[in-house]
């Protein structure tokens, strides 16, 4: 699968659909919120609303298979750079432990050894 993906017009245009979809579907409940007890603004989200969901389908219309691909091929990178740094992360982690785990051990041995040849009281 080629994972270079062109930049089309319908592409494009989809995608900012989908985006405008998205943001508006958000801005809607801010007149909901202000103004609660008013059935006009109430009545007039919802259609906001509703045609918030048709930009979405008209944009994933337009994206199409090659933004459902584009979608796929940039999780999948994401995920396989995500289990690297986390096995990485993991690995140093477990060494810094290790590391600090001696350093304890050899603290108190050490500390151990100076308190007995304090004499007592």
């Known amino acids: 699968m080629e994972t270079k993906q062109q930049l089309t017009i319908k592409f494009v245009a989809g ?10 579907g958000k801005l809607v409940l801010v007149p ?25 389908l008209a ?30 992360t993991g690995r140093n982690a477990a060494h810094k432990t290790k590391r600090a785990a ?5 603290v108190l041995k050490n500390s151990h050894r100076v308190m007995r040849k304090r004499p007592r009281m």
């Open 102 to 106: 001696k350093k304890t051990v050899h």
């Open 32 to 56: 909901i919120l202000l103004f609660p007890g008013s059935t006009g603004w109430r009545t007039s989200m919802i259609i906001m609303y509703a045609f918030s969901w048709l930009l979405l």
């Open 15 to 24: 995608v900012v659909l989908i985006i405008v979809s998205l943001v508006l």
């Open 59 to 88: 944009g994933l219309v337009l994206a199409g298979v090659e933004g459902f691909r584009l979608a796929t091929h940039k999780y999948r990178e994401y995920k396989r750079r995500t289990v690297h740094k986390m096995k990485s």
